[in-house]
């Protein structure tokens, strides 16, 4: 298995345990996997999630708060759909999320 390979199974396995409620930025993930400069790589990463329904890729946002403007599964609307249905409030005005209130600790 390559690198990269091994790189999107360690991005996948940490996505998974992001519960519900909760949301992880790209370099959040990026550090819980060993490589706090590869934000980018995690995004792409979740652009080929090999199991959309059963990792919640859309649980991830940008450092601030905001939705993937091409979420891989439907756009923006589609990740603040998912991410309402699990009771976090997603801003009308420019689809960002209060990292405050919501942001995973990063804690399995």
Same mark, same amino acid.
């Given at each position: 298995?390559? =690198?990269? =390979?091994?790189?999107?199974?360690? @991005?996948?396995?940490? *996505?998974? /345990?992001?519960?519900? !409620?909760? %949301?992880?930025?790209?370099?959040?993930?990026?550090?819980? &996997? !060993?490589?706090?400069?590869?934000? /980018? *790589? *995690? +995004?792409?990463?979740?652009h080929?999630?090999?199991e959309? %329904?059963?990792?919640? &890729? $859309? /649980? @991830? %946002? =940008? /450092?601030? !708060? +905001?939705?993937?403007?091409?979420?891989?599964?439907?756009?923006? #609307?589609?990740?603040?759909?998912?991410? #309402?249905? #699990? !009771?976090? $409030? %997603?801003?009308?005005?420019?689809?960002? *999320?209060?990292?405050? #209130?919501?942001?995973?600790? +990063?804690?399995?």
């Amino acid at each position: 298995m390559s =690198n990269i =390979n091994d790189f999107y199974y360690k @991005v996948y396995e940490i *996505v998974l /345990r992001i519960p519900k !409620g909760k %949301v992880a930025t790209y370099g959040q993930i990026a550090a819980l &996997c !060993g490589s706090p400069k590869a934000a /980018r *790589v *995690v +995004g792409t990463a979740l652009h080929h999630n090999p199991e959309p %329904v059963k990792i919640p &890729c $859309h /649980r @991830v %946002v =940008n /450092r601030f !708060g +905001g939705l993937a403007p091409d979420f891989a599964f439907g756009g923006k #609307e589609a990740q603040k759909s998912l991410l #309402e249905s #699990e !009771g976090i $409030h %997603v801003a009308e005005d420019d689809f960002t *999320v209060n990292l405050a #209130e919501y942001l995973w600790d +990063g804690f399995f």
